[in-house]
Structure formats: C-alpha cells, structure tokens
C-alpha cells in the first residue's frame, strides 16, 4: 500500500510539474528564452510553434555568425509580465530592462500546449505593433515614399542608374584584370 501510495505521489507531481510548465504561456516563453540564450535550438523548436520553424533556422544560422545574439535573449534583462489568454492565443508582455521598452509576445496552443508563435506573421505583427505604438503610422509612411517617387525627376533618376551600371561595368573590369 505505501508502494502504490508513493508512485501516486511521485505521477501526481510530474503531471503537476509538466501541465504548470505547458499550460502557463508565462513559463514556456521564459523557458524558450532560456533555451535560445543557451543556444539549445533543439529545445526552442520544442517550444515553438510548427510555423516557427524558418525563423529558428534564420536565427540558428545567426547565432553561428554573431556570438553576442544570444545575450539579448538572457532573462537576467527581462521582466515577463502577465499572460493575456483569449482562447488559444496568449500575449506575454516583456520589458527589457535597459532600454525600458516592452514586446508582446504571441503564444499559441498546439497540441493542447502552449508554444512560442516566432514565425514571421508574429515577428511582423509585433514590429507592427511597436511602430503603432510609437507614433509611425505605416500607411502614411509607404504613402508619402510613393508621393516622393511621384515627384522625383525621372530623366535624372534614370541618369543616375545608368552611371551607376557604368561604374559596376568599371569595376567588374578591373576586377577581371587583377585576376589575369
């Protein structure tokens, strides 16, 4: 009877423990900072949505390059807030304590866990947000890009990317020359 009594125990607080860590959005996207401040991409991708899956490679391939792109993700300079759960959506706002700003991160469930939405629609979506939130309305900046190039002289424009192409003919020259 204590045998059967302490594997209940014991099977209670594993299922405890592993529902906390899925079913808080909170705690899977500090565990999947943790893993890509580790750089364990293998962890991160367990944490991640399937969509995310492209990003991750961009961001391994990154992390092979740039040997500091880790230490943003350290959470020693974040504060997680809050989860906001509609459904199965999730947002966790974190602060980075530098620079005072806040990203809300997007978590989704699959499979019945939640996991870190970091394809390239959430990745769009919260720059979008940060921009919104930040006075620059994205509309009225590609509508006056636009105006300018309506406006621009297109003889001279057109000049300019002749010259342009004559000076890459020039160089590629002299390059073929230094070859020989």
Excluded: H
């Excluded at 949505?49 to 040997?67: A, F, N, P, Q, Y």
């Excluded at 943003?72 to 005072?100: C, N, Q, R």
């Amino acid at each position: 009877m204590k045998k059967f009594l302490f594997t209940l125990i014991v099977l209670s607080a594993i299922i405890f423990t592993g529902c906390k860590s899925s079913g808080d959005p909170k705690a899977v996207l500090g565990q999947f900072f943790d893993a890509l401040s580790k750089k364990d991409m293998v962890a991160a991708r367990k944490l991640a949505t399937t969509d995310s899956k492209s990003m991750l490679d961009l961001m391994e391939m990154g992390m092979k390059t740039d040997t500091k792109e880790t230490e943003k993700y350290s959470k020693d300079k974040m504060e997680f807030g809050e989860a906001k759960i509609e459904g199965d959506k999730a947002t966790v706002p974190v602060k980075d304590k530098a620079s005072g700003e806040t990203m809300n991160y997007t978590l989704k469930k699959e499979g019945g866990a939640w996991k870190v939405a970091f394809d390239k629609t959430s990745i769009m979506s919260m720059g979008m947000e940060k921009m919104k939130d930040e006075g620059i309305n994205v509309g009225d900046s590609v509508q006056n890009a636009l105006d300018e190039l309506k406006n621009m002289d297109m003889d001279s424009l057109q000049k300019g990317m002749q010259d342009g192409v004559k000076a890459l003919d020039s160089a590629a020259k002299l390059l073929e020359g230094l070859k020989k």
